[in-house]
């Protein structure tokens, strides 16, 4: 008798699921979107179709692109025992579990098991650890989901051991297809009922799921079960009701993510290219999903001395104002010396000169230290005993506040690490300096120049690393 409860309590429950439960695929041939993996002769949608899953699989993606739906394709598809896991909820005792009924259905019946992980990424280093020897003897062959970046949140074992598949947000076509069927399944979606969805209201429903199939769905329900019937019976969805539905954007954005970095990356990038229209578009997007603001001003001064430089010095000194006031006024009004610093930069002239420190810092790296020219040392310590700082010439008594006169080592003369750009205040300093050192060069007998060429930006970077 309880089993005939607990067949009509399953089903009750399966009927009264979440639409975008309802319409979960369950077959390959309705899966949507993914093409670049499970498309027409692809080699993961030849295992499955063969049954023969070729090794562990890590399926990577954010929200909604359909990691457990795979996984749940998979599932109808083999005649492996598929057990399911979540990480969020599970620990070490389940998983030990889940391994020695594993072991059991093989040495009893030689039936092979998948072991499909959801969130992967949240279980420690030792859990992870403890799946290890498992996938490596064929236990199971497991199937791990995360919507973090698998080679960050995942043990290196476990991704050599694992083929990662990375998941995309779906397309706007896919999504109108999804959105369509549900309203045309008998089974499943609202075929049964008649509904009317103002083609701008699909489009609006579309566009802000941004690629998210379940908050698509999640939309659609909300507009048809709170949509009372018009006087013809029919359940009429406008642009109105779909906004009301959807009000929000979901923004794909975690802090520690690769979202979190991309997006800082384009916002940078934007105003290195001095495009102020972008870099608005992407700081309102950081800003919108919580964003530190505190983190994008500290890019923005990096950006200052890095990017702009002696082209406009006003521009670490805009970008550092912009810090103080925003520690002083907070957010909500704090954002508009944070927008201000973000326009000025986007609109100023650029210069990356100040990477010549880096030519610099190469310099010393292959030739190691030099020693200080005796002339200037520091004379307050062993000027009588040593001779330091003897012969040196105090600028500031000639004319121009300018003497020629050697300061770097002796090997080096000649040397120039620094070569102005022709941007802005920069096209001063470039004039003043050439008559400069064409006056050492007269007066040293510098007869042979050499310009260091610039860096690439991966020199630069290991550069960077050298003195973290």
Request: hydrophobic share 40%; proline share 4%.
């Amino acid at each position: 008798m309880s089993n005939l409860f607990d067949h009509a309590m399953q089903e009750r429950m399966k009927n009264e699921a979440p639409l975008a439960a309802r319409m979960r695929p369950r077959i390959l041939e309705e899966y949507i979107g993914q093409e670049h993996i499970i498309g027409e002769g692809k080699l993961l949608r030849r295992a499955i179709e063969a049954d023969r899953l070729f090794s562990s699989i890590i399926l990577w993606g954010p929200p909604g692109t359909g990691k457990t739906t795979l996984a749940q394709v998979i599932a109808n598809s083999t005649k492996s025992h598929f057990v399911t896991i979540s990480a969020i909820l599970a620990g070490k005792a389940d998983l030990r579990v889940a391994i020695d009924e594993a072991l059991e259905r093989r040495r009893l019946h030689n039936e092979k098991t998948i072991l499909f992980v959801d969130e992967v990424h949240r279980w420690n280093k030792a859990q992870q650890d403890a799946l290890l020897p498992h996938v490596e003897n064929g236990t199971f062959t497991l199937i791990g989901a995360t919507t973090e970046n698998p080679y960050f949140e995942v043990i290196k074992a476990l991704i050599s051991r694992s083929r990662v598949f990375q998941l995309r947000n779906l397309n706007q076509t896919e999504t109108g297809i999804l959105l369509d069927r549900a309203l045309a399944d008998k089974e499943r979606g609202y075929g049964n009922r008649s509904i009317q969805l103002d083609s701008d209201a699909r489009t609006h429903l579309i566009e802000v799921a941004s690629g998210d199939a379940r908050n698509a769905l999640n939309a659609l329900e909300l507009a048809v079960e709170s949509t009372p019937l018009n006087k013809a019976g029919i359940t009429h969805i406008t642009m109105d009701v779909a906004q009301e539905s959807i009000q929000r954007r979901a923004v794909l954005y975690d802090k520690d993510g690769d979202a979190h970095y991309d997006t800082i990356s384009a916002f940078i990038k934007s105003v290195r290219g001095s495009d102020p229209d972008a870099a608005l578009y992407w700081l309102a997007k950081m800003i919108y999903a919580g964003e530190d603001p505190k983190f994008i001003i500290r890019r923005l001064i990096i950006l200052a001395g890095e990017d702009i430089g002696l082209a406009d010095p006003m521009g670490l000194v805009v970008a550092s104002s912009a810090a103080q006031a925003f520690d002083y006024i907070g957010l909500p009004e704090g954002i508009y010396p944070i927008v201000e610093a973000t326009l000025y930069l986007a609109t100023a002239p650029k210069s990356n000169t100040a990477g010549a420190y880096f030519k610099a810092m190469k310099k010393i790296e292959e030739e190691g230290q030099v020693s200080v020219p005796r002339h200037l040392m520091d004379s307050n310590r062993d000027a009588a005993a040593m001779g330091h700082g003897k012969d040196y010439v105090y600028p500031h008594e000639f004319e121009g506040h300018f003497t020629p006169q050697q300061y770097l080592p002796k090997r080096l003369l000649g040397t120039y690490f620094y070569s102005p750009s022709q941007e802005g205040y920069e096209l001063q300093v470039n004039s003043r300096l050439e008559m400069w050192r064409e006056a050492q060069r007269k007066a040293l007998g510098i007869t042979s120049v050499k310009n260091v060429p610039d860096m690439s930006e991966e020199q630069i970077l290991e550069m960077k690393r050298k003195i973290r």
